[in-house]
């Protein structure tokens, strides 16, 4: 086992290397390509012809220590497809590949065979069947999942999500139901409820006009019996009607949560919107104040996750209320994950109620708003089978708050939860419905945790991160989290072997964590900069304890993107790495515009040679590009996105770029030219060791001149 567990440390490419089935600039070239297309490192080998599936196979079943299947040589027959749901093949990356009933066993392809949960999450959907895991190649699975769940030939890619509502009993996706003739005449049903003849006539007209389908009525008891089962994009209620509206609204939300209702005093005030947004307004500003107060008053407290509020927030998109409804529900959410922060344990922490009380009566001291008060008084409520016609507001979001409360402190957020730990959890939802939950949030609850349980963690462009630390047991949790929201990471102890790792892949993002003082962290940047690892270059997170962090700003100035305490909640960490994938993102797309335009032009302050030939190469084009800088002139062409002729400043090659590297100022060209065209090649390196080599001359010089300095 131990030995297994080292063969498992090793990184792949590190096995590649050691026997000679790659090169370094095969690697190099790969990893670029991983940074720019996402995927795992194997596929990129594989899709440049560096690798064959056959070996990639054999080298991680002996790195993963299991069997390994070549799926592009197995013919996989329909009747082993059913024993796994298509949405558990393509949430989880597996295809069942054949199945031997004498031993009731079904052997699996998967990305990761050792992973123990998988396995559990297998049998439980298999019915009890053996199950064996074999690792297989990403490329030809993916490849396998779309051609035989999905339908899909000669592609390699899975789509992020397939929807519940598209799969028939057998498991096959198929298309929807074309609508009617009928169907398509209007684009919905409108009921009218007013005693205003003439301008319930005008409306009327007007909504017709527009193809919505009208029912009117003069009254609030009529409009009850008018609903039935149907269900209505919007009902206007005029406030002079006869008749218990209020019974109306409530029986509305019953029969369809996501119809919405406009209230009203005359037609002036509902074509103009008069009363719109002003409780929206009025409650995000209590907000402010009430968390201003809350804050205020405690000292050195740390982020809260919000967890019951974020979940509550989804669920009511799913069940899509309206956003009046779902703004208050959504609001009162929030607080109650603030105040059970703030109040900290109580002397009765088992008792719901006491969380809730405390909170109540604050909001009462400051006057808060009725209906987001109701809201929390409705949580934990025994319905003793009521609210089967009629559904109050208050008591749709007390149980709403109720269902993703008892859930986040059932399931802790750093806690993976599987498909047979939910079933457990999804029984014992549905027996408590009618007493403490409702049907309708219960159903759309299990629906929105079974999507993100069976969710595709897609592996996205420009989200590769290197991680380093001493002390790599701290660095696990931290990994979890991040690879989670989508990122690739390498994770590095030896800081020689990092710094080479960094110059080969030139991560998008590199956090560091020293669990030392100021004097140890300071050593480790400056060790970093100096062996070349340009942290300046690349958005860098320095993760320290809590008391260190705050005397580490002056790194700042070293080029670092932030100083973060560890012991503080991820979020803030991850919603930062997000925004700088997003804006590598945005020049990535700028890039991609440019090098759609024929004859474009444009100026060195706004992308220089680095961010050219980095937009270039990938788009494998054949052109001309001329860019000038004062009296300095430099003439490259590209064949199929590779360098293959560079002049300019009285050097050719890989030197003449070295020179306009430093430039900061002047203009570009680029001209499309056939292959005819072309010079005789004087550069035959890759785009990417140019890059490197020329970037490194950049530090050695800017070091010199320092010294001299």
Not at 201 to 224: G, H, M, N, P, W
Not at 556 to 576: A, F, M, Q, R, T
């Amino acid at each position: 086992m131990g030995q297994l567990n080292d063969s498992k440390k090793i990184r792949l490419d590190e096995i590649l290397l050691r026997d000679k089935l790659i090169t370094e600039p095969q690697l190099t070239e790969a990893l670029q390509c991983q940074k720019l297309y996402g995927g795992k490192l194997g596929t990129q080998l594989l899709q440049n012809g560096f690798l064959d599936e056959a070996t990639l196979v054999r080298v991680l079943a002996g790195k993963l220590g299991c069997e390994g299947v070549v799926l592009s040589q197995v013919e996989i027959s329909d009747d082993v497809l059913p024993f796994i749901p298509v949405t558990v093949a393509v949430a989880r990356r597996v295809i069942p590949f054949e199945y031997d009933p004498g031993e009731n066993l079904l052997k699996v392809a998967c990305e990761d065979p050792t992973n123990a949960d998988l396995i559990n999450e297998l049998k439980f959907v298999t019915a009890g069947k053996t199950v064996k895991l074999y690792v297989a190649a990403e490329l030809a699975l993916n490849a396998a999942i779309a051609k035989h769940y999905l339908g899909r030939e000669n592609t390699a890619e899975v789509p992020p999500s397939i929807g519940f509502t598209e799969m028939n009993k057998s498991g096959r996706v198929h298309a929807m139901a074309p609508q009617t003739q009928e169907d398509r005449r209007w684009r919905a049903s409108v009921l009218l409820v007013t005693d205003d003849a003439e301008n319930g006539t005008q409306l009327q007209k007007l909504l017709e006009q527009d193809f919505y389908k009208v029912i009117r009525t003069d009254s609030a008891d009529d409009a009850i019996e008018i609903l039935g089962n149907q269900k209505f994009h919007t009902v206007f209620i005029q406030d002079t009607v006869p008749g218990d509206y209020i019974d109306l609204i409530d029986r509305l939300r019953k029969i369809s949560p996501r119809t919405r209702v406009r209230y009203y005093e005359s037609a002036g005030s509902l074509l103009l919107s008069l009363d719109a947004g002003a409780m929206e307004a009025d409650l995000l500003v209590r907000n402010l104040e009430l968390f201003t107060q809350l804050l205020s008053s405690t000292e050195g407290s740390n982020n809260h996750s919000a967890r019951v509020g974020q979940y509550v927030d989804r669920l009511c998109r799913r069940l899509e209320l309206a956003d009046k409804d779902r703004l208050v529900i959504t609001n009162a959410a929030y607080l109650h994950d603030l105040a059970k922060y703030y109040y900290g344990n109580t002397e009765s922490s088992t008792d719901h109620r006491t969380h809730i009380n405390l909170t109540v009566k604050l909001l009462d001291s400051l006057n808060y708003s009725p209906l987001v008060i109701e809201v929390l008084r409705a949580m934990y409520i025994n319905l003793r089978e009521k609210f089967t016609k009629r559904l109050p507001i208050e008591v749709l979001g007390g149980n709403i708050l109720t269902v993703i409360d008892i859930f986040c402190e059932t399931i802790q957020a750093n806690v993976a939860l599987s498909l047979d730990k939910f079933d457990t959890i999804k029984r014992k939802y549905r027996d408590l419905v009618g007493k403490l939950f409702l049907t309708e949030v219960v159903e759309a609850f299990i629906a929105l945790i079974q999507e993100e349980i069976l969710s595709i963690t897609t592996l996205e462009k420009y989200s590769q991160v290197m991680l380093y630390s001493t002390e790599p047991a701290r660095l696990t949790p931290i990994e979890s989290r991040i690879k989670t929201a989508g990122f690739r990471i390498i994770t590095e102890c030896n800081l020689s072997t990092f710094v080479d790792l960094f110059k080969r892949s030139r991560p998008d993002i590199v956090i560091l964590l020293e669990p030392g003082g100021p004097m140890q962290i300071n050593e480790l940047v400056d060790t970093l900069l100096a062996r070349g690892a340009a942290l300046d270059r690349v958005p860098t997170f320095l993760l320290a304890e809590g008391s260190t962090a705050s005397q580490m700003t002056s790194l700042l100035e070293k080029g670092l993107e932030d100083v973060i305490p560890i012991d503080d909640n991820l979020n803030v960490l991850l919603i930062k790495m997000k925004k700088i994938q997003a804006r590598i993102e945005a020049k990535a797309k700028d890039r991609e515009e440019l090098i759609r335009k024929s004859g474009a032009v444009g100026h060195l302050e706004d992308m220089n040679l680095i961010d050219l030939l980095q937009a270039l190469g990938p788009s494998r084009k054949t052109c001309k590009l001329t860019l000038t800088s004062g009296r300095d002139e430099l003439l490259v062409y590209l064949n199929t996105g590779e360098i293959h002729f560079a002049q300019g400043m009285g050097k050719i090659g890989p030197e003449a770029i070295y020179r306009a590297l430093t430039w900061a100022t002047g203009t570009w060209n680029i001209q499309p030219v056939g292959t005819d065209a072309l010079p005789p090649q004087n550069t035959w390196d890759s785009v990417e060791s140019i890059l490197m080599e020329g970037c490194r001359q950049l530090d050695e010089s800017t070091k010199i001149q320092q010294v001299k300095g």
